[in-house]
């Protein structure tokens, strides 16, 4: 199992229908071997909450599940905090062929429609789990939103970073993210307004991928 993680800012000024509109025509369009295109995938409703999640499991084949999550847009109740981003979230079933179909078709086409300023593919549910524990008591000490806006507890196998977030919590620009890259990527793509990057087409083990964000960081030169 695996599952793919996106976080996208909310704005006030954002028109969520428009939106989830956007985004299942672009999983229509874009991810035809991932998407039933007569699936009926309900409109978000913030009318009574803080949050919608809408189920796309009618739309996704038989061995994944998920949910795209809406906050609520309001100038006055949004902060510049992770807890105030969308969500798109996947669980796949995936055999090793399939996985590198996720990585290589599936997820640089959820970014694409999505456009989220941060994502990643978890191999590790249970070392994701521990890593939200150590963001949380970093945050603590820090005040700062270590896992979310501020900053990345741990470098991913696959995933994406926009501009905005390499320049925020790296210090640089999405240009000299990639370049530092270069030997230690297997792939990394200009996407949207960002950098999509692949370390591994495997699926690693919990001692891999630490060693993964140990080797990752001391090319970006940040602890």
Known sequence: MIKIEMRRRSDPSDDVAALHAHLVQGLTELIPNWWNAGATINEPDLDNGLESQVNL??????????????????????????????????????????????????????????????????????????????????????????????????????????????????????????????????KTLRLNDGIFFVFSMEMLDRKQLVDLDQRVRSELSVA
């Open 57 to 186: 499991g009618p739309g996704l084949p038989d061995n994944a599940q998920g949910y795209v999550a809406y906050v609520f847009r309001d100038a006055n109740y949004s902060r510049d905090l992770a807890e105030f981003d969308d969500r798109l979230v996947l669980d796949i079933r995936v055999a090793s062929k399939e996985y590198r179909e996720a990585v290589n078709e599936l997820f640089p086409s959820l970014v694409r429609v999505f456009e989220p300023y941060r994502a990643s593919i978890i191999l590790d549910e249970d070392l994701a789990l521990d890593d939200w524990e150590s963001a949380n008591e970093r945050g603590r000490q820090t005040g700062k939103d270590e896992d979310g806006r501020d900053g990345v507890i741990r470098i991913p196998p696959v995933g994406f970073f926009d501009n905005a977030f390499c320049l925020r919590v790296f210090g640089l620009d999405d240009g000299e993210f990639a370049r530092r890259l270069d030997g230690v990527a297997e």
